[in-house]
């Protein structure tokens, strides 16, 4: 779960990382009065994509009046596809240098991974290699302050800038376990004054610690419909294509959309309906398919926990319930395919067994809707 | 021959009384798995399938020997069961759980590392060494077969239809491995090649990879070594980036973990890239037939 900057900054200041002065601002008349307490402000659009301050979603403003114009263009636009709802009103900083941190997770080691540069407010990608300094974390050792000091050393800070930056890694290092991060980043991290200050910060939190943290505000990503199949625990990916898919487990449902590409067909979703999943689940992700209006729906099945019975009972629920109005392909493999088979041979629905003939199918019958 | 399970190990159940415990402790059983007990806490001197329960794991292998153990406890305990293993002496954890805190994740795996114990998940199917007839895990026990054909794969069903379509085509297993969905696993696709290397029964292995991470570009490099013919399937071609593919692991990240990129890598260093799913029994069969 991604939080927004503003969130983020909240979190780092608990934790003694200073950040500016700001609020946030849904109103022209909100941010006039911004500008009257803060004086000349940055307005920044709080959008859960980066690169915002290329794409216009950063605008200043130095009088009241300035505030509430920039404010109403910015209300309501879109960046990235995102809608701006809320702006970040900031005072303006004169920054002398930007500088990058982050505390990550390296998939390859296993380990934490900070990582600093002198070369801060652009993309981290964008900085080439030689320019970035890694260091890995013993998780089971975490970071003492000297691990602070050696990267402070490294990227060439003295005196004050020294002492606050090597300080600063161990905070963010906290941030990172205690609030189970997957990112926490501070890009820039800008010298006003001869002083460090977050000038931005993203914050993203491990999905699966969320039950740990109730402490943090929710942050809903993703269209209406993800969030609605979300909701009843399955996996989904809204995809621009006009075939529906479903299969059993995450590898099998990416298997099966390459497999729509590969026969020149476009997927609509990717959606995993569980390893396990039994009739409830099954025909509830079936109407949540149905609803997207595909050209034509392909349902995936290798049952090795997942009884094929089960899934043809969900399939039946739904055709004789709501109704299937558009092409429907079925593969049905696996634990209990012959009663599987037979339920859907029983209402005219055939069965495939092998996934190439009916991904083929799938694709050859969403052209004839077309 | 089978790698890291085989019949000399005896295996616990950690959450042997729940739901997914019990079912699955039934059908390891019924496979041929030494299954020698389980631990749930307070409900230590019960049974389940004939199984012994304990209240603790340090207490179940007093009793029982055990070198190995399964953690079916719900995610938020996980870690407190993994480490009830690992600082026990327990040498091999199958992780089943999905959804375990990365957090959580990274501190069993590091000290799994300092105490030289094998992790294989979280967020796995488990491993089955035909062979053997035995196996840790929750894959359904009748699509696979002995042979030589050792299987890793980062995902659960997809290795089912692969290993089941390798079957039919009378291809048999060595053993076949998850590795897990997470971005933290225990094992990387190099530590269990190394291991499929030094087993002579293995004569080619097949990989499963899919976006995300790096895991298979790093493997990449280790083929040469392996010395046996690899034959690879990587999903998620059509996966846009940024997006969670039902994996926690599998999503493409700032332009890293593309297919792509894992496609080139294995591709340059020798291994066989098939592009659909059914195309590996056939670039297997070929593989074998040449070493002949």
């Not at chain 2, 407190?80 to 199958?94: H, K, P, S, Y």
């Not at chain 2, 290795?159 to 079957?167: D, G, N, P, Q, V």
């Amino acid at each position: 779960m991604k939080q927004y900057e503003y969130m983020a900054k909240a979190v780092l200041a608990e934790h003694g990382i200073p950040i500016a002065p700001g609020r946030l601002v849904d109103s022209p008349q909100s941010a006039f009065k911004a500008v009257t307490d803060l004086g000349a402000v940055a307005l920044k659009a709080q959008v859960l994509v980066g690169g915002r301050g290329k794409a216009g979603g950063i605008r200043f403003a130095a009088t009241p009046e300035e505030g509430a114009k920039v404010a109403g263009d910015m209300l309501g636009m879109f960046l990235k596809g995102y809608r701006v709802e809320k702006l970040y009103a900031e005072q303006k900083l004169p920054i002398e240098k930007e500088l990058y941190i982050s505390v990550t997770t390296d998939r390859n080691t296993k380990r934490p991974l900070v990582m600093a540069s002198a070369s801060g407010g652009v993309e981290i990608e964008d900085v080439p290699d030689d320019k970035i300094i890694k260091h890995y974390v013993d998780p089971l050792v975490g970071v003492l302050p000297y691990f602070g000091r050696e990267m402070a050393q490294a990227l060439g800070l003295q005196s004050s800038l020294f002492k606050e930056f090597s300080d600063l890694v161990v905070r963010l290092y906290q941030i990172y376990r205690e609030k189970d991060a997957e990112l926490v980043e501070i890009n820039p991290l800008a010298v006003v004054n001869g002083h460090l200050v977050a000038a931005d910060a993203r914050l993203n939190i491990d999905d699966s610690a969320l039950y740990r943290h109730k402490e943090l505000p929710m942050v809903e990503e993703g269209s209406k419909l993800e969030q609605r199949v979300h909701e009843i625990g399955l996996a989904y990916v809204e995809l621009d294509g006009d075939i529906a898919i479903m299969a059993n487990g995450a590898g099998m449902a990416m298997a099966t959309i390459d497999a729509i590409e590969y026969f020149g067909g476009k997927p609509a979703n990717f959606l995993d309906a569980g390893g396990g999943a039994s009739v409830e689940p099954t025909a509830e992700a079936l109407r949540v398919l149905v609803s997207m209006k595909p050209k034509a729906i392909l349902v995936n099945i290798f049952g090795g926990i997942t009884r094929c019975d089960d899934v043809a009972r969900a399939i039946l629920q739904v055709k004789n319930g709501e109704g299937i109005p558009v092409p429907l392909v079925v593969r049905l493999v696996g634990t209990n395919e012959e009663e599987g088979v037979a339920l859907l041979n029983r209402e005219g629905i055939q069965a495939y067994s092998v996934m190439a003939d009916a991904a083929e199918q799938a694709v050859h019958l969403a052209k004839e809707a077309r | 021959m089978a790698i890291l399970l085989t019949q000399q190990d005896r295996v616990i159940v950690q959450g042997i009384t729940g739901n997914q415990g019990r079912f699955h402790t039934r059908q390891m059983l019924s496979y041929g798995t030494p299954v020698v007990g389980g631990v749930s806490p307070t409900k230590g001197g019960t049974y389940v399938e004939g199984v012994p329960v304990f209240d603790t794991v340090r207490e179940a292998i007093e009793m029982t020997h055990a070198t190995a153990s399964i953690v079916f406890v719900p995610a938020p305990f996980a870690k407190d069961a993994a480490f009830e293993a690992m600082e026990n002496g327990i040498r091999l954890v199958v992780m089943i759980p999905e959804h375990i805190p990365v957090q959580d994740s990274i501190d069993i795996v590091n000290r799994a590392k300092m105490l030289n114990v094998t992790v294989i998940g979280p967020n796995t199917f488990g491993i089955i060494s035909p062979q053997e007839r035995t196996k840790m895990g929750i894959m359904p026990n009748h699509i696979y077969k002995p042979g030589p054909v050792g299987v890793v794969a980062r995902s659960g069903t997809l290795s089912y239809e692969i290993a089941f379509s390798l079957t039919q085509s009378d291809l048999g297993q060595t053993t076949v491995i998850g590795m897990g969905g997470d971005p933290v696993v225990g094992q990387t696709f190099i530590t269990v090649l190394e291991q499929f290397r030094q087993d002579p029964q293995t004569r080619c292995v097949v990989m499963v990879g899919e976006i995300g991470g790096s895991a298979e570009e790093e493997a990449a490099e280790y083929l040469s070594t392996l010395g046996k013919p690899v034959v690879a399937y990587l999903a998620g071609r059509a996966a846009p980036p940024g997006k969670r593919m039902g994996h926690a692991g599998a999503i493409i990240e700032r332009g890293k973990g593309t297919l792509d990129s894992k496609e080139k890598a294995l591709k340059v260093h020798g291994a066989e890239v098939v592009t659909m799913p059914w195309q590996i029994s056939r670039a297997v069969q070929e593989a074998l037939s040449r070493l002949s």
